[in-house]
């Protein structure tokens, strides 16, 4: 099987993985991978367990048919959130969000309104579009965003003067899309496992400032475990472990938060498999994605805050990268590679040794590593 990954590079989806029913043994634990690219840095960290791919409209694997009498995880993307609550529904062993969960995740003024529960949480004030040109003498903000009402954070984005948003957004369907007030700070997200009160979470990754409002997210570095204060890292796990436990995530979730002067706003939940959860895995001293096959059996029953091993820090790739450049940062030892390029290490001068590692072979390429 072939998958095209990052910026049209033809990846091998490890064939040999996507095993047979038969080859399954019963009371074992099956992974279900909804984005074969993601592939190549997920499975190791699945240790032993089997895994099999079910892309995004594709028809039920007969080896997921099949497996009846093994615990099933979906590991889900934000376009398969619906469809793994549904197929969930109606298989006692499998594990998935529910759908009121997938529901959330496609419904930030609904994100909001939960945040604004939580004490010490702020929801970030949503209007649809003709509300927003309602109430735009009252509103109190020079900039706005714009931004898919579905979608992920970051898609679809677009960021207007408060006064040219009639202009900017007159073709755009009032159903379709958001508007916000542009609130500048810093982005964290914070990756844990959750099963009614119990949780595993990992320390907040930082995704950087966003006074580039134009600049989208995944555009920018991001370090692990997050240079902050213990007590903002400390307050943001506990924000990310109540706000999920108020709306009955179960699994994989993703909390995303700016955090502007004194003020923690909610950003969105996703709550499924996340970009960021790469670098929480491989920088920490224990693995979440284990923790699933326990929350399956309704055996999870631990609360705890995970602890950073190493140091973490990931930058885009760059989409015009030779093969020869690709092939010489796969050979270093610390780097994972995906659309993005992830380095490890144990203390800063050695994630610097490796920084610059990364930085010399992309300008052999007239590239840059972003940092």
């Known amino acids: 099987m072939k998958d095209v990954g990052f910026d049209g590079i033809t990846v091998d989806i490890y064939k040999e ?3 047979e029913f038969n080859q399954f043994e019963e009371n074992t634990s099956i992974y279900i991978l909804s984005i074969p690219s993601w592939t190549d840095w997920i499975q190791p960290y699945l240790m032993d367990n089997k895994f099999i791919c079910w892309e995004k409209g594709s028809p039920v694997p007969s080896q997921l048919r099949a497996s009846i009498n093994n615990e099933v995880i979906l590991l889900s993307h934000h376009d398969t959130l619906h469809r793994d609550a549904l197929f969930s529904n109606n298989h006692s062993n499998v594990l998935a969000q529910p759908e009121k969960i997938a529901e959330l995740a496609h419904d930030k003024e609904k994100m909001s ?3 604004n529960k939580i004490q010490g949480l702020r929801g970030i004030p949503t209007y649809g579009i003709n509300e927003a040109l309602d109430c735009l003498p009252n509103l ?5 965003i714009v931004k898919s009402r579905k979608g992920t954070e970051g898609l679809d984005m677009l960021v207007v003067e408060a006064s040219d948003l009639f202009n900017k957004t007159k073709k755009l369907p009032n159903e379709g899309f958001i508007v916000q007030p542009a609130i500048l700070g810093t982005e964290y997200s914070v990756n844990l496992v959750v099963y009614n009160e119990f949780f595993k979470v990992y320390e907040p990754v930082c995704k950087g400032m966003n ?3 134009s600049k989208h997210p995944a555009k920018r570095e991001r370090f692990f475990p ?6 903002l ?5 506990d924000l990310a472990v109540e706000y999920s436990i108020l709306v009955g995530a179960k ?3 993703e909390i995303e938060f700016l955090v502007s002067g004194n003020d923690i706003y909610l950003l969105e939940i996703n709550p499924r498999l996340s970009a960021t959860l790469r670098m929480s895995i491989s920088a920490s001293e224990e693995n979440i994605l284990i923790s699933l096959k326990d929350i399956a059996k309704g055996s999870f029953n631990e ?3 995970i602890s950073s091993k190493f140091l973490s820090m990931e930058t885009p790739l760059p989409k015009n990268i030779s093969r020869t450049a690709l092939n010489k940062l796969f050979k270093i030892k610390n780097i994972q590679i995906s659309s993005r390029i992830t380095m490890n290490a144990s203390c800063l001068d050695t994630l610097n040794e490796v920084m610059g590692q990364a930085d010399y072979i992309l300008k052999q390429d007239g590239l840059e590593l972003y940092v």
């Open 226 to 231: 997050a240079e902050a204060s213990k007590k």
């Open 17 to 19: 993985k996507e095993m």
């Open 140 to 144: 109190n903000y020079e900039k706005l």
């Open 113 to 115: 309104s939960y945040a």
């Open 233 to 237: 890292r400390n307050n943001l796990m």
């Open 303 to 305: 609360k705890k805050h």
């Open 211 to 213: 006074y580039d409002l």
């Open 251 to 253: 699994g994989l979730v």
